[in-house]
Nanobody, 121 residues
């Protein structure tokens, strides 16, 4: 059983910062890409940022220069440092991991339960 557990969400004023964490646990052989997605009320889930096992990041245009994704492979954890937050960043943020549970299994996507980020004065 694989679990992704997010933490670090909350309420912050515009211009503020938050750091999200997501730890993977369970029967994991290897983790390829890890990432963050978000879903605002009434909108579809969208990509925020991803990072490969080799630490190559990719960002949505809307967060470039403000958000930084990183990971600790030994801890099976991905982070999202969010700076200069805007009200339009308000959403539920979901962690995602493309991983294998065994040496001979196909990679599958797993999701966390989500953490609320609210940017408001």
């Amino acid at each position: 059983q694989v679990q992704l557990v997010e933490s670090g969400g909350g309420l912050v004023q515009p211009g503020g910062s938050l750091r999200l964490s997501c730890a993977a646990s369970g029967s994991i052989f290897s983790i390829n890409v890890m990432g963050w997605y978000r879903q605002a009320p009434g909108k579809q889930r969208e990509l925020v940022a991803t990072i490969t096992s080799g630490f190559s990041p990719n960002y949505a245009d809307s967060v470039k220069g403000r958000f930084t994704i990183s990971r600790d492979n030994a801890k099976k954890t991905v982070y999202l440092q969010m700076n200069s937050l805007k009200p339009e960043d308000t959403a539920v943020y979901y962690c995602n991991a493309d991983l294998q549970t065994g040496w001979n299994t196909k990679p599958s996507y797993y999701w966390g339960q989500g953490t609320q980020v609210t940017v408001s004065s």
